[in-house]
């Protein structure tokens, strides 16, 4: 009967509808009491005329607007029908069940219930009407959950609407509802038992005992109770599964299976199934124990219907290739541990499969983050013969993987050479293809997968440059991102020629051959004469004056690239720098800074110290080219010394400025020599000759600024930069030439540095240095005073000993002319011999001075006073002291001669008559009174009070000439 109500569905086709309820209630009700012959044949025929297409009558039927019946007139046909059934006095109630209304769309129940309840409802209708249609009942059959779903609202699904939509429906349409009490089968595992018994005849009752098992653990809790229905789709499933499956599954895994495809509400689909295998995404709990892991591979198997073998590879294989190819390692690590021995053989499937292909290498970066740390044993003979597989240079989306790829070759111990080989042999084809080359993505890729080599291959030697635009584009790429390159590829043979063949007079030289002979350089290439020579062909076109668009600045880099490199191209370029050519080019580039201030550096090469005083062959450009060149370097500026600074430290030119230093006319040294002390790094004193330049920035101290003398200079060096390596690398000859430098040092250093290092070399000076430094009063004498000053303990042995004494002896005999500064110093500097030679430089001394028969300079008596011994002295005079005493005070050229007789009266008690004593003090006071000298006044009052003589008061002279003389003599030094 649910297809009575469903024909209501539309009201444009009730009409139908209520002819087929009339043909049908004359066929149930079979008698027609109460109506006549001609009422019964005419009802018939109008009844069936709606869905006849031929008739033998006419009927003609007006409607006053449209053809559509209203619901009033369909309500009226469905009381005469009812009339005629009920006529039967047989039939007292007409009972219509609606079933399954939940269970359609959502849409069309809707339509079918509104359209239904049109003709069941008995509001608003007459007595008679009323009393017809209480004899009609309308069951509906509903799920008052599913039921209610027909209001949900699409646009807003709130449950609270959907409940107080769904009660007013039931409130409004329904009179009478029963509550059916859920249906429990007691016993159900008797019924489930029996029924296995029955359907499973024949099997072994241990494997039906599991089959019952498998029903009993699977329920959800003790209220999760199988109808009947579904336990019999349980046992004849598992029969049916049973005879087709593969020996290799259990039964047990047969029953879970029909479990969650057939048996359970919302049963799964195939698809999720195998999801559910793969990701480990069961309902519950309760699934995740029930099911062993080992027992996947046999649930994968009923999904393929294979063996679980060939099951675990089926459902493993195309997760496992998609894992290998995005190189997820954790989930590749995830599956391994999932699936346990069941993951290897779809992975050695995979692997062999694949063995020849490119793709097992790019497969390396899931292997080695997911698979390699635990299972390396498992995976190392699919690995170890990779370096014989064909590859293909990695883009950007595989170098990961090919990076990957290396290091496991590594950790394995295998052969990367011959990876590495078959990769430079690709990236050969590339260099040599007339296609051209992506360069940046290509050294990129290369760099990435030579980084992570250990033990570096050797050089792979092309044949030669056959494809200049490409090896352009990839030195220039290398230049900026993989300057190592050339370390890997390097053209075969000298490719001066080849490079040269570049460079056409006439033409613009493109500017990455800049970078292509470095790249070569790099390479080892060291003979460039022919590069040279095409350059200064190119200089020379047109006499020099090609103008802005003919000679680029990548000309003269070129030259300086190859400068230090090949010592006869460096006297070529020399030679250019000097012609009228070279010089008419910079004055026609006077508007480009950049082309000029490069040119500026040439003025250097060409004639190194002496630039200021040269000229080039006269010509009209040619000379306003070098005199601005002149000019630049002759005057002070920081933007120009930073230009010209990064030129010389990037070709490695310095040597170029500390020659040229030796003019003070280039004063633009001086603020190049102020950046390099701006710097961090010990670049500029990274050089055999530190100490040479350290004497040089001595000599442009003031230039330079900064505030700095001397002294603030060698304190500026020691605190900003590490002496003791250098120090340490010392010799005797370095201290003799730079022995002004070590001096200021050592003065300005102190305990900053390591003065040891002194030790060995000043030890290892000879005698024959030692009396040159105090002949010619070099510095040389005063390092060992400067080191004594910061170290006590510091001492000299018999060179200097030796030295000192000749020195000594003649100095004694007035045959040597020490200046000032080293009589001062002459204590300090005999302070320095150790002890031994000490003792034996003081005797000697004092023998050489009675062998000149005390006749010694002044400034010698002075300086030896702490060193000359009065004791040897008196023995050695005894008796002569009166003498030569009278004969000193009686020529005044004799002060040295007085000084020592004083030393020795005042060390040993010497006897003199009173006649001599009168003698000597009458003279010595005569000597009083017209010695202007304050100290030679000073020695005669010691002597008169060392012969036991009273000194008296001089009178002063009344003489004007005399009184203006003393004036004017005092405050004299002696």
Known sequence: MFVFGAVFVSAPIISTIISVIGVLMLCLFKNYKGVDKTEKKELWRRNLSLISSKGDVTQTDEVAETDERTSIEFWKYFIDILNIGFSNEKISKLIIVIDNLDRIDEKEALKVWSTLQTFFQTNDHSTYEKKTMGKIWVIVPYDREGLSKLWRNDNNNKSIEIIDSANSFFDKCFQLRLEVPKPIMTGWECFAENCINEGLYGWPEREREEVLQVLKRTRRNLADVPTPRAVKTFVNQVGALRKISDNSITTKSICYYVIIRFIRENSWSVDKVRESLLNSQWNDDADKRYIDESELGEISGLIFGVSKNKGMQLLLIPELSKLLDSGDGDKLRAMAKRFGPGFWPPFEYLMHSQGNSVHNIYQSKGILNGLWEEYSSKILPYIKNSDTIKTEFPDTSTVEAMVCHIKLLQQSNLNVHGLWYKLMSKFDRYMNSDKGIAADDISKNLKACWNVIDEKPEVFINSNIEVPENWLSWADVTNKNFQDACKLYAPKGDQDEKLSELIVPGKEVDPRMLHLLEYCIGCDQNQWMKLVEACVSHINHQNGAGGQALHSVVILHILLKTYNIDDEAKKKIAEVSKTHQFWTMVHDQRRDKTFTTVGYVFALIAFDGEMQNSNVQQNGNATAGFATAKTFWSQRSRD??????????????????????????????????????????????????????????????????????????????????????????????????????????????????????????????????????????????????????????????????????????LWARNEASPSAELIDSWVDLVSVLDKSSFENYCYRVTISVFKCDLNVDESFVRSHANFIDPNILVEKIQGRVYVLLEDAVANSNQIGKLMLILLVLQSAKIEFNPEQVSVLQENIESRLVVEENENYKLLFTELLKALGIKVKKLKETKDSGSSTKNKAAKGKKP
Request: charged share 25%; proline share 2%.
């Open 640 to 809: 120009n010394a930073v230009s010209v600074f990064e030129i010389i430290n990037k070709y490695n030119l310095n040597d170029l400025v500390w020659n040229s230093a030796s003019d003070h006319n280039n004063a633009l040294i001086a603020d190049i020599f102020s950046i390099y002390l701006d710097m961090d790094s010990e670049f500029f004193f990274s050089t055999h000759n530190f100490f040479e330049r350290f004497g040089v920035l001595l000599e442009w101290s003031k230039e330079i600024g900064k505030n700095m003398g001397v002294v603030e200079l060698a304190n500026y060096l020691v605190d900003n930069f590490s002496l003791d390596s250098k120090l340490a690398e010392l010799t005797p000859d370095s201290i003799k030439e730079k022995c002004l430098m070590f001096q200021v040092l050592v003065d300005a250093a102190g305990s900053k540095i390591d003065l040891s290092a002194f030790d060995k070399p000043i030890n290892e000076i000879t005698v024959e240095d030692w009396m040159n430094s105090l002949q010619n009063d070099t510095c040389m004498w005063k390092v060992p005073c400067a080191i004594r000053k910061h170290n006590n303990k510091f001492n000299l042995g018999l060179s200097l000993y030796e030295a000192l004494y000749k020195y000594s002896e």
